[in-house]
């Protein structure tokens, strides 16, 4: 067994760039440490003096490259295959003894979503049908589902090799390996629709959809085409404007619930104010955070859902530089959040109204 640790999931290959956001953030909330990693590997692990106390201060809806968010609490290499449950009970024990819950509300028994990662799923599936009941008779588990209590993640990174960890379910995914599982509509235009999807339900809570995604609000789209994000618009029963030289969808059109215009998104503004403005335009992220800003500085939107596309190297800085300029350049103060979706790929989604 060895120490506790952060531990987070992101998107594989993107690992350097979690490990860099949380050697910054964690500094800042005044737990140094360093982060340790594979690249590919789809995770990086945390160490400081206090990573319990760490995982409190950073929450998962503030970190952008991270999926999931768990406190590591043993690391168990060399299971033998044919007992791989004592070992986890006796760690689970001796964790409960610095300080772990005793209880747990659900098990989770999880695999990296990496190449190396993937061929872990079965043993994953059957040894978290082993592991239930055994967890459940030493009164580790409650009987049933318990979403209120704390989460218990078993960690397979190799046949032998498992890590035990827990999530506290206030402050994680509610998806397993953070990733949501989104069905791409038939009539979506794009598969982009899924990026405005995945949007929606994790950058906003319940609350905010119900009372900011409304029937009848008025939505621009700036670069729209061929329509994946103007189509999630108004299935929420929104009307768009979108703004691209490209075709549009011809459904999208028929609908009378979208103009389309021929303009250039870094030139086009609205007469009049509209609820939301989303931008997929692909332009230096600089550019579009600066064009994002004006927007909000000049109350052409009263919220954004925005794209910053990252194809160079060194993207957690190129990140933080944009997102201070956006900061900055909105000249009020902002509800802001970002993150690395599942469906982005070299990019992140952020959202933003003023406070
Ligand atoms: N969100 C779209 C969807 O869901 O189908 C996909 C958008 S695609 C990734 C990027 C689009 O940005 C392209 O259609 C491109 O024509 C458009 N674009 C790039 N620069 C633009 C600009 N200056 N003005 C308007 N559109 C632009």
């Known amino acids: 067994m060895t120490e506790q640790a952060l531990f987070c999931w992101c998107r594989a290959g993107f690992e350097p760039e979690l490990a860099a956001e949380l050697n910054e953030r964690a500094a800042i909330a005044g737990h140094p ?49 044919r007992d791989r449950i004592t070992p986890i009970l006796a760690a689970l024990d001796a964790a409960i003894e610095q ?19 993937k061929p872990l799923a079965g043993l994953a599936r059957s040894f978290g049908n082993a592991l239930r009941p055994a967890l459940r008779k030493a009164g580790r588990l409650t009987a049933s589902d ?36 989104l069905r ?41 085409a061929p329509g994946g994000w103007t189509w999630v618009l108004m299935r929420n029963g929104m009307k768009v404007t979108s703004v691209d030289n490209g075709p549009l969808r011809q459904a999208l059109l028929d609908s009378g619930r979208v103009d389309h215009l021929r303009a250039d998104g870094f030139q086009w503004q609205p007469r009049r104010t509209v609820d939301w403005m989303v931008c997929d335009m692909v332009e230096q992220p600089s550019r ?58 070299e990019e992140i989604t952020v959202y933003a109204r003023p406070r």
């Open 33 to 81: 440490g360093y982060a340790r990693t594979e690249r590919g590997s789809g995770y990086v692990e945390f160490l400081c003096e206090d990573p319990a106390a760490l995982a409190r201060a950073l929450p998962l809806d503030r970190l952008i490259f991270a999926r999931q968010k768990l406190l590591r609490l043993a690391d168990l290499r060399g299971l033998d295959p």
């Open 99 to 117: 300080g772990a819950p005793a209880l747990y509300g659900e098990l989770w028994v999880e695999h990296p979503d990496s190449d190396a990662g």
């Open 146 to 181: 318990d979403t209120q209590r704390p989460r218990l993640h078993i960690v397979f990174l190799d046949g032998d090799h498992a890590m035990v960890a827990v999530a506290d379910t206030r402050d994680a995914s509610p998806w397993p390996l953070g990733i949501p599982r």
């Open 184 to 224: 791409m509509h038939p009539d979506a235009p794009s598969r982009s629709a899924l990026k405005l999807e995945e949007a929606l339900l994790t950058l906003l809570d319940d609350e905010e959809r119900e009372r900011l995604v409304r029937d009848n609000m008025q939505a621009a789209d700036l670069g729209a």
């Open 288 to 345: 579009v955070a600066e064009r994002m800003a004006t927007w909000l500085r000049e109350g052409w939107c009263r919220q954004t859902i925005f794209n910053l596309k990252l194809p160079m190297k060194k993207r957690w800085e190129e990140t933080r530089v944009c997102l201070e300029l956006f900061e900055h350049q909105t000249h009020r103060p902002l509800v802001i959040r970002a993150r690395q979706l599942y469906h982005d790929r």
